[in-house]
């Protein structure tokens, strides 16, 4: 069985950070890619951020600059720098992992950015 959790949601003030993790455990295997997306109420999940094994990134163009993706391997995590931060960010955030044995999803944590 394969575990995702995250941490790091919560509440900011427009303009703040915040730094979300999502570490994978059980039966992984390798882990080829590992990503975040974000689901905003009424709305479409859609790709935040995305990492290869060979550390190649990809971002939505409305977190580029802002938001960086990083993984490490040897905790089978990966993380989420969101700087500047946005009310239009606000949204649950979901870590996805691809590996040798399928694909996984967290729990998801919640993204409030508001004064």
């Known amino acids: 069985q394969v575990q995702l959790v995250e941490s790091g949601g919560g509440l900011v003030q427009p303009g703040g950070s915040l730094r979300l993790s999502c570490a994978a455990s059980g039966r992984i295997g390798s882990i080829y890619v590992m990503g975040w997306y974000r689901q905003a109420p009424g709305k479409q999940r859609e790709l935040v951020a995305a990492i290869t094994s060979g550390v190649s990134t990809n971002y939505a163009d409305s977190v580029k600059g802002r938001f960086t993706i990083s993984r490490d391997n040897a905790k089978n995590t990966v993380y989420l720098q969101m700087n500047s931060l946005k009310p239009e960010d606000t949204a649950a955030y979901y870590c996805?992992?691809?590996?040798?044995?399928?694909?996984?999803w967290g729990q998801g944590t919640q993204v409030t950015v508001s004064s």
């Open positions: 996805k992992i691809v590996g040798t044995y399928g694909e996984y």
